[in-house]
């Protein structure tokens, strides 16, 4: 079931980063400025962020060495490339991702996914903090 991540209140960032613990993040954004900026609201939330990868590439070698509690993957990378081969294999290892996009309906084009997240673009700190929640609810349960 595809989920749509929308703004709502949330508790303090404190009692998030409690809750969020240690929680390992892999980030697929070409944007190196958007990538900074989900790497430091994730930071803030008390989550560790693993990787900033801005190819398949990247995050293909970095799923060799380590495995994240979650993922947070621009759908578009670049003129050609698509973050769809990182998106199977997070399934395969049953990793919970949001897709990060402008465009919601190219979420779409991956039918089968049951426990993906849509986060529209642009971004805010509390979307993103809502959808860290739900993909951490999926990757305990």
Do not use: W
């Not at 980063?17 to 790497?39: F, H, P, T």
């Not at 698509?82 to 996009?101: E, M, N, V």
Request: hydrophobic share 45%; proline share 7%; net charge positive.
């Amino acid at each position: 079931m595809q989920t749509t991540v929308r703004s709502t209140p949330f508790p303090s960032r404190a009692a998030s980063a409690a809750a969020y613990g240690d929680s390992r993040a892999l980030i697929l954004e070409d944007d190196v400025l958007q990538a900074d900026l989900l790497a430091d609201h994730l930071t803030a939330l008390g989550c560790r962020v693993i990787a900033k990868c801005r190819s398949v590439t990247e995050a293909r070698a970095e799923l060799k060495r380590t495995r994240p509690c979650f993922a947070l993957l621009d759908v578009h990378l670049g003129e050609r490339e698509t973050s769809k081969p990182i998106q199977r294999i997070l399934r395969f290892y049953r990793i919970p991702y949001a897709l990060l996009t402008a465009y919601p309906s190219a979420a779409d084009a991956a039918p089968g996914l049951n426990y993906h997240i849509v986060a529209p673009k642009p971004f805010n700190p509390e979307t993103i903090e809502l959808a860290v929640a739900a993909l951490l609810h999926k990757s305990r349960s």
